[in-house]
């Protein structure tokens, strides 16, 4: 196993020790789940960035990847619901989103169809990483910056419902098109 994978298996592993951090109750929590949130998001950035500079990009840290990155957000978000710090129907946006783009890449995959992640797509996620630090820290952490994690919920959304629509109008008719 190559360090590029190690370090999603890494991301993996942070994900319920994370979930575990964030609803039980002691004094810092917030802190604690902002610094294994941020490494894990970390270890999104070095792992892409070490397998293509050591040419250790393989197909297992292509499919692993992705689904790491959604398995993180997608926790991190519901727990969030949860602890009451964000709408649920926000959340069901922001994963309905990442399944359908998810299938839809499958599908045109299917096709021989390759999608890479667009602009928008970059933007949304790095948005909604830095709303989930600033929901993590809430409002204990940020006082009267707090409103900056609502503001950023809706840039979420509206990026995560652009890019949809972008990848599925650049996509769309060249999947329906192919009949393989």
Known sequence: MNLPISLTILRIIFIPVLVIILLIQFNGKELVAFIIFLLAVLTDSFD???ARRKKQETI?????DPVADKLLVASVFIC?????AVAAWMVVIIIGREIAVTGFRAIASSK??????SRL???KMLFE???ICLLILGKKYLGP???LSQVGLWLVIIFALV????YYLRFGPKILSKHS
């Open 112 to 117: 021989g169809i390759n999608i890479p992640a």
């Open 163 to 166: 890019s949809a629509g972008e």
């Open 121 to 123: 797509g970059k933007l």
């Open 80 to 84: 969030l619901v949860g602890l009451g």
């Open 48 to 50: 892409g960035i070490l």
């Open 145 to 147: 910056l707090f409103f």
């Open 129 to 131: 990483t830095i709303t």
């Open 60 to 64: 297992l840290g292509q499919l692993l």
